[in-house]
């Protein structure tokens, strides 16, 4: 297998696997409630991209505020 084959399984796969909200809070020691407030989430299951999108928009609107 070539590392460009592998990068593309690794991309396809990341979009097509769903995140359980409520384990990523478990793992992160906050509740549930609590991380989908703070990323914008209203789903139990999102896609790593959608959560990789709402992760940068949180850290941008979080690393502006400590100017």
């Given at each position: 297998?070539?590392?460009?084959t592998?990068?593309?399984?690794v991309?396809?796969?990341?979009?097509?696997?769903?995140?359980?909200?409520?384990?990523?809070?478990n793992?992160?020691?906050?509740?549930?409630?609590?991380v989908?407030?703070?990323?914008?989430?209203?789903?139990?299951?999102?896609?790593?991209?959608?959560?990789?999108?709402?992760?940068?928009q949180?850290?941008?609107?979080?690393?502006?505020?400590?100017?």
């Open positions: 297998m070539s590392a460009i592998s990068t593309q399984d991309a396809n796969t990341s979009q097509r696997e769903a995140v359980n909200m409520e384990e990523l809070a793992l992160a020691g906050f509740p549930t409630d609590f989908k407030k703070e990323l914008l989430i209203e789903d139990n299951q999102v896609s790593m991209e959608q959560l990789r999108a709402s992760m940068l949180y850290l941008d609107a979080t690393m502006g505020e400590k100017a």
